[in-house]
């Protein structure tokens, strides 16, 4: 059974992690394509503007996807 704290101290690291994943995604974003890709849809007119990043959406839920499965998989063998 592990303490509070070595509990928190894991939640801790997990959020940094997030954050660093995210400062880097938002940082080389242009340069990844993110909301350029096939399947994100842009329509404007006169005073309107629609933006539908589908593919985008799809790239990155499959990617936290595969990423929050080996950090779960990680924490359940410790």
Avoid: C, K, Y
């Amino acid at each position: 059974m592990q303490s509070n704290v070595e509990g928190f101290g894991r939640l801790l690291v997990a959020a940094g992690m997030v954050l660093i994943v995210l400062g880097l995604l938002f940082t080389f974003m242009r340069t990844l394509r993110l909301g350029m890709l096939p399947g994100d849809f842009h329509w404007s007119g006169r005073g309107w503007q629609v933006w539908l990043p589908l593919g985008t959406s799809i790239l990155l839920s499959l990617i936290l996807t595969l990423v929050l499965n080996l950090f779960a998989v990680f924490i359940r063998r410790r």
